[in-house]
């Protein structure tokens, strides 16, 4: 239970970032997800049990302050956390400083942003391909490049 306590903490200012400035650096309504980069940290780190529980409460906690639809977030953030903890070594945090967090992070976060589009997206016009590609794809590399700061300046106060 103490290992959650971090994360959560995290989570209150990336939730308010997530939902007031993010939107302002949207392009076309692609957005990056700050707390999906949250969730596979922490999931390569702590391994994929831990990874799915915290996808899965974040999701829930960031569904009810966003007014979204309960449940949608939650089961992409369960899915990111399940997909970036196969990537968890134990003793080795190798994934988290190099380029490999950048492809843990497109793959899961390409993933997660589907499977919430497919959930909640309400267009029915909208073929699939579309949906991949404008709802899944682009949301996953504008993640996976807010991670560079972290592949690149590796703070270690993050590990601790």
Same mark, same amino acid.
């Given at each position: 239970?103490?290992?959650?306590?971090?994360?959560?903490?995290?989570?209150?200012?990336?939730?308010?970032?997530?939902?007031?400035?993010?939107?302002?650096?949207?392009?076309?309504?692609?957005?990056?997800?700050?707390?999906?980069?949250?969730?596979?940290?922490?999931?390569?780190?702590?391994?994929?049990?831990?990874?799915?529980?915290?996808?899965?409460?974040?999701?829930?906690?960031?569904?009810?302050?966003?007014?979204?639809?309960?449940?949608?977030?939650?089961?992409?953030?369960?899915?990111?956390?399940?997909?970036?903890?196969?990537?968890?070594?134990? *003793?080795?945090?190798? !994934?988290?400083? $190099?380029?490999? +967090? /950048?492809?843990?992070? &497109?793959?899961?976060?390409?993933? %997660?942003? =589907?499977?919430?589009?497919?959930?909640?997206?309400? *267009?029915?016009?909208? !073929?699939?391909? $579309?949906?991949? +590609? /404008?709802?899944?794809? &682009?949301?996953?590399?504008?993640? %996976?490049? =807010?991670?560079?700061?972290?592949?690149?300046?590796?703070?270690?106060?993050?590990?601790?």
């Amino acid at each position: 239970m103490k290992k959650f306590v971090k994360p959560i903490l995290i989570f209150i200012p990336l939730a308010a970032i997530q939902l007031t400035v993010i939107p302002l650096i949207s392009f076309q309504g692609i957005f990056p997800d700050l707390i999906l980069i949250l969730i596979v940290f922490y999931s390569i780190k702590e391994g994929q049990i831990f990874g799915m529980i915290l996808g899965f409460a974040l999701g829930f906690f960031f569904d009810l302050i966003s007014g979204g639809l309960i449940g949608s977030s939650m089961f992409a953030k369960t899915l990111a956390g399940f997909i970036g903890g196969y990537f968890y070594k134990e *003793n080795d945090l190798s !994934n988290i400083y $190099s380029f490999n +967090f /950048l492809f843990i992070t &497109l793959l899961a976060g390409s993933v %997660s942003s =589907f499977i919430f589009a497919l959930i909640s997206y309400s *267009n029915i016009f909208t !073929n699939f391909l $579309s949906l991949f +590609f /404008l709802q899944g794809l &682009l949301p996953g590399v504008y993640s %996976s490049i =807010f991670t560079l700061p972290v592949v690149v300046l590796k703070p270690k106060s993050l590990i601790e």
